[in-house]
């Protein structure tokens, strides 16, 4: 697999934000990559179903491997994500010192990336993933946009 559109890892990040999406939850889905690109975790929002605010699809797939892995360090995992992160999850990923960031749609007002606090620019981010934005950014985005104007109607 790659990082490309259609069968690569963002494509199974999408799949897990259509299946958000097809819960009542907002459509964010995630992914987390070994350095061998192994699919370590796939996760959606389940900030519903679990009610809880932290129940973001990058939270909840950093934890699994963290888990799994019983260490609450990621330095050899990349991070798939549909929407950029929030300041929540740019955080946790700088903890957790994800390697790389891979992220399809901007969030102009909640985003903390390339958006708003800039989470990793900021002079008390301890570490920087790599950071790659626009990955399918086409499909992430009407995920979206379909489902809060189908909230609206």
């Given at each position: 697999m790659t990082?490309?559109?259609?069968d690569?890892?963002?494509?199974?990040?999408?799949?897990?934000a259509?299946a958000?999406?097809?819960a009542?939850?907002?459509?964010?889905?995630a992914v987390?990559?070994?350095a061998d690109g192994?699919?370590l975790?796939?996760?959606?929002n389940c900030?519903?179903?679990?009610?809880?605010?932290?129940?973001h699809?990058?939270?909840l797939?950093i934890r699994?491997?963290?888990?799994?892995?019983g260490?609450e360090?990621?330095?050899d995992?990349d991070?798939y994500?549909?929407?950029e992160?929030?300041?929540?999850?740019?955080?946790a990923i700088?903890?957790a010192?994800?390697?790389r960031?891979?992220?399809?749609?901007?969030?102009?007002?909640?985003?903390a990336?390339?958006?708003?606090t800039?989470f990793?620019n900021?002079p008390?981010c301890?570490?920087?993933p790599?950071?790659y934005?626009?990955?399918?950014e086409?499909?992430a985005?009407?995920?979206?946009?379909?489902?809060?104007?189908?909230?609206?109607?």
């Amino acid at each position: 697999m790659t990082l490309a559109t259609g069968d690569g890892y963002m494509a199974l990040a999408l799949a897990a934000a259509e299946a958000a999406g097809a819960a009542g939850e907002v459509p964010v889905g995630a992914v987390i990559v070994s350095a061998d690109g192994d699919v370590l975790a796939r996760a959606e929002n389940c900030m519903r179903a679990l009610h809880d605010p932290t129940g973001h699809a990058e939270i909840l797939a950093i934890r699994e491997v963290c888990a799994a892995r019983g260490s609450e360090r990621l330095p050899d995992c990349d991070l798939y994500v549909t929407l950029e992160p929030c300041a929540m999850c740019a955080a946790a990923i700088s903890f957790a010192r994800i390697r790389r960031l891979y992220f399809a749609a901007s969030d102009p007002k909640g985003g903390a990336v390339e958006s708003g606090t800039r989470f990793f620019n900021q002079p008390t981010c301890h570490h920087a993933p790599d950071v790659y934005s626009g990955i399918d950014e086409a499909r992430a985005a009407a995920l979206l946009r379909d489902f809060f104007a189908q909230r609206r109607t």
